[in-house]
């Protein structure tokens, strides 16, 4: 299935800068490796409950997981993670049968979105439907950014597309949706009365999708522009970036608390920024030939490595060393170790031989959920351990 130009994974960017849907057009899609791991731990999770709902049979299943299993990026970790969204899923289904008997479910349920959203369409994971309620589960499996439900226009999308294909039979009141993010630990829901979500989808999302389908509106910066594909080439990105660089500084000879404050503050927009313009300027350079004025590629410095171990080791005892002169023995860390064993067999075994030494203090902005590092208290601490 080709990708629409407003794709539901990429609402809350296009609803807020309408242009970039069709400026990011023109740019390759490098989600790549994180895209296929995803597909393929969907799948996972897909084939689980299907077989748990009796739509596969143990043989059916089993042939389709032996196949997952052959891919390279499949870890025991994510038949972990796969069989937790599956379980997930089961329990509220169980639990809307328990409300209304012939509650019904539909897995990786094809969205119809065109209602609101010019060309729109979109997979929904888990959609179950009982009396007057509907509930819509969505697996995520990135692991880089926790992805909460509330509000969430991804999420909202798809329960109107739901509505779309159910809301006929079933009179549906009210929706919940759930994110489920295993590598995250993160269970986030959010519940929306459906005439509050029509009122929305009619007020704001159709106006704003038709714009951003007539890549019309304006350019608006802000967290978004973080998945947009246009952003180490964007103006508008630019030009919020580059005013730290324009700052009207006070007249002192030292930079002001205040004057310091700000400049934390847009650092880490700024540092990604910067590092986004540095990789596209060398996927440009590397991939298309692209000669960059005043810049050249060279290759990069490099460290000796043995072309063979097996060999050098057998040079080494054949002369002589014994393999404690030779070999290293180090235990694996905790990341690989729970990928080797999975997370449930490390978590019984080790759980409790597992410590987590205090942070290094960082500084944050006072909105982050961490409590605030006491240094008193923490010296106190320091002191009364000696
Ligand atoms: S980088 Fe940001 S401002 Fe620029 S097009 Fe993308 S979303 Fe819009």
């Not at 002589?320 to 170790?337: R, S, V, W």
Request: glycine share 6%.
């Amino acid at each position: 299935m080709s990708h629409a130009i407003l794709s539901p994974s990429g609402a809350s960017r296009w609803l807020n800068c309408t242009p970039s849907a069709c400026l990011e057009q023109q740019f390759p899609d490098s989600s790549g490796e994180a895209a296929k791991e995803g597909t393929l731990a969907h799948w996972l999770g897909e084939t689980l409950l299907k077989n748990h709902l009796g739509l596969l049979t143990n043989i059916e299943a089993n042939e389709t997981i032996e196949r997952i299993e052959s891919d390279p990026r499949y870890t025991a970790d994510m038949m972990d993670h796969a069989s937790g969204y599956a379980a997930f899923v089961m329990e509220n289904f169980e639990a809307a049968k328990k409300v209304t008997k012939d509650a019904v479910i539909q897995i990786e349920a094809q969205l119809n979105l065109t209602d609101y959203v010019p060309e729109g369409f979109g997979t929904g994971d888990a959609v179950i439907i009982a009396d007057g309620n509907m509930g819509i589960i969505d697996l995520k499996y990135g692991k880089g950014v926790m992805v909460s439900c509330e509000n969430n226009k991804q999420m909202m999308l798809y329960a109107l597309g739901a509505l779309r294909e159910y809301d006929y039979m079933y009179d549906i009141q009210n929706v919940r949706m759930w994110i489920y993010q295993p590598r995250m630990d993160n269970i986030s829901s959010f519940e929306m009365s459906v005439a509050d979500l029509q009122a929305w989808a009619e007020n704001e999302l159709k106006p704003l999708a038709q714009l951003a389908f007539d890549g019309l509106g304006e350019f608006k910066v802000g967290d978004h522009c973080r998945f947009c594909r246009a952003k180490a080439q964007c103006k508008a990105n630019a030009n919020e970036n580059l005013k730290l660089a324009r700052y009207d500084f006070a007249e002192s000879v030292l930079l002001t608390d205040t004057e310091i404050s700000d400049i934390l503050e847009r650092a880490s927009a700024f540092k990604t920024w910067l590092t986004s313009i540095e990789e596209m300027a060398l996927t440009e350079a590397v991939d298309n030939g692209k000669q960059w004025p005043g810049f050249k590629l060279v290759e990069g410095r490099s460290n000796r490595i043995y072309s063979d171990e097996d060999k050098v080791a057998k040079e080494l005892v054949k002369n002589g060393f014994n393999e404690d002169q030779i070999y290293t023995k180090k235990i694996l860390g905790i990341t690989a170790m729970e990928k080797a064993i999975t997370k449930k067999t490390f978590e019984s075994l080790l759980g409790e031989l597992i410590i987590k030494p205090q942070g290094k203090p960082t500084l944050v902005p006072v909105s982050d959920k961490r409590t605030a590092w006491n240094s008193t208290e923490s010296a106190k601490n320091d002191f009364s351990n000696n």
